[in-house]
């Protein structure tokens, strides 16, 4: 008799990521929801995990627009699926926000400020959309806790700099076409039509990323 709610509730723990695995909406078409990537590969180890790839850029603005809708969708996201922003480092003013992101990531403030950042650049224009220097975003990054200069010292560090290289070839890599771009375990390339059509697809080959591992540890 005891067995019975044991089942229940080992059923019901496994619910979210049965639901997460079996997304609603029209089977994914490869051309047009997605496009395979030739050379893939995820932009850190998976180490069992599925990993959720966003390149964007603090100054486009549909970036601005797709964040409050992509965090509330990623903090739904099962715990197998790691969510990993990547700053677009196309080259020119792109680096320098690749570079001021990954230097608050290194001194642990990316997450708090994250959001912060797009709505400084698209709702309160306090910070440059053209030409932003570091010393800018030192100041910006000081309500954070943040020092200037550690923040300076962390945008020219070393990690900061090897860090935006992977991101630039990562992007390049994938044949990121723009921003915002969602790439799922370096193997697919999101397409559609919205961002809730983004989203759809992405949930899709969430799963499609799961099956796939599936399959490859009971082939082994």
Known sequence: MRLIPRLLLSLLALMPLA????????????????????????????????????VFGY???????????????????PK?????????AFGGPWDTWAQGYYAADQLGVAKRSHAAVFKALH??????MQNVSPEELATFYTQYGVTEAAFIAAFKSDAV???????????????????PALI?????????????????????????????????????
């Open 19 to 54: 639901l997460s695995a079996a997304p609603t909406g029209p089977a994914l078409q490869e051309g047009r929801d997605y496009e395979r990537i030739a050379d893939p590969g995820p932009l850190q180890p998976l180490a069992g995990k599925i990993e959720v790839a966003e």
């Open 59 to 77: 100054t486009c603005p549909h970036c601005a627009h797709f964040e409050p809708q992509l965090q509330a969708w990623v903090a739904k996201l």
């Open 80 to 88: 197998d699926v790691r969510f990993t922003p990547v700053p677009a």
């Open 123 to 128: 709702e309160d224009r306090s910070l440059p």
């Open 161 to 179: 700099q090897a860090k935006v290289k992977a991101a630039r070839e990562f992007a390049q890599r994938t044949r990121t076409p723009g921003t």
């Open 184 to 220: 799922i375990n370096g193997q697919y390339l999101v397409k559609g039509t919205s961002a809730d059509d983004q989203l759809r697809i992405a949930s899709a080959l969430i799963a499609q990323a799961r099956g796939d591992a599936a399959g490859s540890s009971k082939g082994r």
